[in-house]
């Protein structure tokens, strides 16, 4: 580790000054500084931004045990920018990295409040700036993708969770703490829907509260995987609360990083038998052997990619914005903003198609 000279403003004068700040810490590991992150956010905003956070921040917790960095007094700007070159390694997009650095930021202020960082630290990581077409660009699964990793797992993974997951969210293109919140009495086998209920009093909230609650019509096929998974392979365990969850693990209701992972497993391309493009062996690979590692793979994408790719794909085939934008529960202005990856040419192919009712 470097000394802490590297905070000081006036290298002259203050590094007497930056030891007695020093003197001040106390030890606080990585983890640690997370449990209280954690629980001053959980104070202020939602389950899923807590939940957020936690999951960006494990790779800053793995980071620092490769480094053998157990004492937060002990992190310096050094070790922030090699963070910031370990977690650009795994080739993430521009907004992902920003989005990591923009949480480790708020994570050091909390640990800098418990005295276990440097005061001066948490100012010292430098997010990059994003254009505004970075801003509203992000990973999406498009459809024809989509397809290909649904054929597969129709094929040789049928009705299991992960099929399951991507069959409801890609359909449906709910969040995935919606998807976290169903239950099996949500699911109307015979009208063919499920409804979206917000239940904070029971640890299932929706993003935007009692406004996100609607039905949502689901498809014979998709009808057919739910009934199968119910009848066949979802454990029958209830949440914490009594309740029967529709997406269970054999331990309750499915936690959100629990879909998440199950989305970054079925995106890596080996998981559905195509060739790795990154010259990985699946069989020695730790990205492939541990889905709990198959985030690491820079092919696979996060839950919401699935849900930009199925909104683009309603948009691409002509349904009215409206529509789109109530079964998904996203405003118009931030569908065209944040969701809607048709190019301007595409746009223009299906206007052309009207020209014959002009």
Not at 30 to 47: D, M, N
Not at 221 to 226: D, F, G, M, Y
Not at 308 to 314: C, D, F, I, K, P
């Amino acid at each position: 580790m470097s000394d802490n000279n590297h905070y000081t403003d006036d290298p002259s004068s203050s590094t007497t000054q930056n030891q007695a700040r020093q003197s001040m810490l106390q030890p606080l590991s990585p983890r640690e500084a997370l449990e209280i992150h954690l629980s001053k956010l959980s104070e202020e905003y939602t389950e899923s931004t807590v939940s957020s956070h936690k999951s960006r921040l494990q790779f800053f917790i793995e980071f620092c045990d490769e480094q053998d960095i157990h004492d937060l007094n002990d992190l310096t700007g050094r070790d922030i920018l090699q963070f910031r070159t370990w977690r650009s390694g795994h080739g993430i997009a521009k907004p992902t990295l920003k989005s990591a650095l923009d949480t480790l930021r708020v994570y050091l202020k909390n640990a800098a409040r418990a005295d276990g960082v440097h005061p001066k630290l948490p100012a010292q990581i430098d997010p990059p700036t994003l254009s505004s077409d970075e801003i509203s660009r992000d990973d999406t699964v498009d459809a024809e993708h989509a397809e290909e990793i649904l054929d597969y797992l129709r094929t040789y993974e049928y009705a299991s969770f992960e099929h399951v997951c991507t069959e409801l969210i890609f359909h449906t293109a709910i969040r995935r703490g919606a998807a976290h919140a169903i239950d099996i009495e949500d699911y109307h086998e015979k009208e063919q829907y499920i409804d979206l209920v917000h239940r904070p009093e029971t640890d299932t909230q929706l993003k935007n509260d009692g406004d996100g609650e609607r039905p949502v019509a689901l498809s014979d096929l998709v009808c057919k995987v739910l009934n199968d998974w119910i009848a066949e392979n979802r454990p029958d365990v209830k949440d914490d609360h009594g309740r029967r969850p529709l997406l269970t693990t054999t331990h309750g209701r499915a936690h959100v990083n629990t879909i998440q992972t199950a989305t970054y497993a079925v995106t890596r391309p080996c998981a559905i038998g195509q060739e790795c493009p990154h010259n990985k062996n699946p069989e020695s690979c730790d990205w492939a052997i541990n889905k709990n590692k198959a985030h690491h793979c820079p092919s696979t994408v996060a839950t919401h990619a699935l849900r930009r790719g199925a909104l683009t794909h309603w948009l691409t085939e002509d349904w009215p914005i409206e529509q789109v934008s109530d079964r998904a529960d996203v405003s118009p202005k931030v569908l065209k903003k944040h969701y809607d990856q048709r190019t301007k040419l595409g746009k223009m192919e299906q206007r052309r198609d009207r020209l014959s009712d002009i």
